[in-house]
C-alpha cells in the first residue's frame, strides 16, 4: 500500500511540475510576442513621425516633399497593420494607450500633407503631443508587461 501511495505521490507531483513549466513557457512566449509587437509598433509611429518632419522641413524650404510624404505614407500603412496585432495581444489600458497615440499622430500626418503655408496648429506642438501619448503608452506596455510577472506567470490574457 505504501509502494502505491508513494508511486500516486510521485507521479501527480511530476506530473504537476511539468505543467506549471509548460504554462510557463506558453505565457513567456506570449511576453516575448507582446513585448516585440510593442517594439515594432512603436517603431513604426516614430518612422511615420521623422518622416512628416522631413515633409515639413521640405515644404518650408520650398523643396518637393514628395519622397517624404511616401515614405511617411508608407511608414503610416505599416503602423495600421501592426495597431491590429498589438490590439490583438494588449491588454486594454494599453490598447486604449495605443488609440490616443494613433489619434496624435494622424494630426501630425495632416499637417504634414497640408500645402506651404496652409492653415494648422503647429507641427512641432502635434508632434510634442504624439510623444506625451507614446510616453503614456510606454507605462501602459510595461504595465502590461509586468503583470503576469507580479502573478507569477499565466496564459495569454
Known amino acids: 500500500m ?3 501511495l508513494g508511486a500516486a505521490t510521485s507521479y501527480f507531483a511530476t506530473s504537476s511540475a511539468e505543467r506549471a513549466k509548460f504554462r510557463q513557457t506558453i505565457a513567456t512566449r506570449w511576453d ?3 513585448l516585440d509587437t510593442y517594439i515594432e509598433y ?7 513621425l521623422r518622416e512628416a518632419r522631413r515633409a515639413v522641413e521640405a515644404r ?3 523643396e518637393d516633399s514628395s519622397e517624404a510624404l511616401s515614405a511617411m505614407a508608407a511608414a503610416e500603412a505599416r503602423r495600421s497593420v501592426l495597431f491590429e ?3 490583438l495581444l494588449a491588454d486594454d ?26 492653415s494648422g496648429a503647429d507641427p512641432e506642438d502635434l508632434r510634442s503631443a504624439t510623444v506625451e501619448a507614446l510616453n503614456t503608452l510606454h507605462k501602459a506596455a510595461r504595465s502590461d508587461l509586468a503583470t503576469r510577472t507580479r502573478l507569477g506567470g499565466g496564459g495569454p490574457a
Open 60 to 62: 518650408d524650404r520650398g
Open 32 to 34: 516575448e510576442r507582446k
Open 93 to 118: 489600458a494599453a490598447a486604449r494607450a495605443a488609440g490616443a497615440v494613433n489619434e496624435r499622430l494622424w494630426d501630425v500626418l495632416r499637417s504634414a500633407e497640408l500645402p506651404a503655408g496652409g
Open 85 to 87: 496585432g498589438l490590439v
Open 42 to 48: 512603436v517603431t513604426s509611429v516614430k518612422e511615420a
Open 2 to 4: 505504501g509502494v502505491l
